[in-house]
């Protein structure tokens, strides 16, 4: 009963790096996001997907690539690293809608706290 | 665009007590949902309570519940009988019914921080 899988859970890079984030979801859910989280300001949307072949930006999306190959994996890639990167990382997934439904609520995988020096 | 606004950063409240925490959005969608996250120390997102625009009545859940008013575009939570387990950051989030590319998102409050006094 996994839920979403997101690693690693600490990362440090250096400013330039490149490096993915993880994530994967065993629920068949269509929706999948990235988020950062950063104190006072909330969750912000990075990049999102319908679903696979499907990605589309979110809120933030400067400096971020996604991809979706399959339904279950949505990998987050920095390019080069930046100071101002630094944040909380989570990956949540959902159902798609396509009408009234309960089950719209979004899971979180456990974050991923990236610091860039 | 969608926005979602929580206007009380932190809140404290004794425990046994009763606290309501403030949510305001803006949108111009007549359907959409509507939740409530928990977020304690761990770093979890742990869903606590959702609400259906479609629906007039409020939604419950054991010690949790919103006061829904979609004319005013609000959706405060109360939370009664606060206990320390309760002590956490709590968020508000938007998501749209429609599934479109450019509509299907889910957007989240900047927060409030909730602790409570034993």
């Known amino acids: 009963n996994a839920g979403v899988t997101q690693t690693p859970k600490f990362q440090v890079l250096k400013t330039g790096q490149s490096m993915t984030l993880q994530c994967a979801q065993d629920m068949n859910h269509e929706y999948m996001s990235w988020y950062r989280q950063d104190p006072g300001m909330g969750l912000r949307l990075i990049h999102y997907s319908v679903g696979a072949g499907i990605t589309d930006q979110g809120e933030v999306p400067n400096g971020y690539n996604v991809s979706r190959s399959t339904t279950e994996d949505f990998p987050l890639r920095l390019l080069s690293a930046a100071p101002s990167q630094t944040s909380v990382y989570f990956c949540a997934s959902s159902l798609g809608l396509a009408g009234p439904s309960m089950n719209t609520e979004a899971f979180f995988g456990q974050g991923t706290r990236l610091t860039v020096v | 665009a969608q926005t979602v606004t929580q206007s009380q950063p932190e809140m404290s409240v004794q425990e046994a007590e009763t606290v309501t925490l403030s949510c305001t959005y803006d949108?111009?969608?007549?359907?959409?949902?509507l939740f409530w996250y928990k977020q304690p120390p761990s770093r979890q997102m742990i869903l606590v309570i959702r609400q259906e625009a479609y629906k007039q009545q409020n939604a419950t859940e054991n010690r949790f519940s919103v006061n829904f008013q979609k004319a005013a575009k609000s959706f405060s939570l109360k939370i009664s009988d606060s206990q320390l387990g309760d002590a956490a950051m709590y968020f508000c989030a938007y998501r749209s019914p429609i599934m479109k590319t450019s509509y299907d998102k889910v957007i989240f409050g900047p927060g409030t921080s909730l602790s409570v006094i034993p």
């Open positions: 949108t111009s969608e007549s359907d959409y949902y």
